[in-house]
């Protein structure tokens, strides 16, 4: 099987946080938060929190002196959300979903945007999500529907078959990978999850400019990475096609994105 380089570190944080997060995850992220503010948690944990997208609205949705535990494996992804979200709210730490470092019962919400995907293993960290659930506490999390949904990352992939046909840089395989609703289902009841919810939304991203779009799908995610792995003088190259397909299908300017995801809620 090919390695996916999945390391979110040197500039890619920067790139993600500036480029992708407003296009990609800001709707999502409000969404998200919105759902929670109607939970009114004391104790919250959000586990891949990346650069503190959701993060930093979740101050404003909780209970009042709520306890708040964000989290990443990548300390790259933490440092940087670290500095972006400087409210003392926030208690940040480098965690791995599939062992929790906490007793059982301690939080009234779990929540993960876009980070189930990467697991190493997705039922045992749906387990710990359960183990440190208060009774009645609530685990929610999102994940893309297909690529074909999604119109921005189906271009990213296809400008990278086009240049690497052979050996196809694969990260774009892996966010997109985890929708089929009978395997969610599944794998939460494995868990011990039975009161589960799966809601498909439609919502739009944005972007200033397609030049800006392609360097968040490209600089803001490994795949430049593993670009850089075959030919490191191709990685201009795939961003300015990408930026042109980008144009051509929405244009140069104020990109209005369509995205596709579920977002999942599970009662204890």
């Known amino acids: 099987m090919q390695q996916i380089p999945a390391a979110f570190s040197g500039d890619i944080p920067v790139y993600y946080d500036s480029y992708l997060g407003p296009m990609f995850f800001e709707p999502f992220a409000r969404n998200m938060a919105e759902r929670i503010s109607q939970l009114s948690p004391s104790t919250i944990l959000e586990l891949a929190s990346g650069t503190g997208r959701l993060t930093k609205l979740l101050p404003e949705v909780v209970a009042k002196g709520a306890s708040i535990i964000a989290s990443d494996i990548n300390p790259a992804m933490i440092q940087y ?64 529907d297909t690529l074909p949904n999604n119109p921005v990352p189906t271009i990213v992939n296809d400008v990278l078959h086009r240049f690497f046909p052979i050996d196809t840089p694969a990260f774009y395989t892996v966010p997109f990978s985890y929708h089929d609703e009978s395997l969610i289902k599944s794998d939460l009841s494995k868990a011990g999850f039975n009161n589960i919810t799966i809601d498909l939304l439609n919502l739009t991203g944005y972007s200033e400019s397609a030049a800006n779009a392609a360097k968040g799908a490209i600089l803001g995610t490994p795949t430049i990475t593993a670009i850089d792995q075959r030919d490191e003088e191709a990685s201009f190259q795939v961003l300015k096609k990408v930026e042109e397909q980008i144009t051509e299908q929405f244009g140069s300017s104020d990109i209005q994105v369509p995205l596709q995801a579920r977002v999942v809620t599970c009662k204890k």
């Open 81 to 144: 959300g670290r500095q972006k979200t400087s409210d003392t709210a926030i208690e940040w730490m480098e965690i791995d979903a599939v062992t929790l470092p906490f007793r059982d019962h301690t939080f009234d919400c779990v929540v993960v945007q876009f980070g189930v995907m990467f697991y190493s293993d997705r039922v045992q960290a749906f387990k710990e999500a359960w183990r440190v659930l208060k009774p009645g506490g609530h685990f929610l999390f999102s994940c893309w």
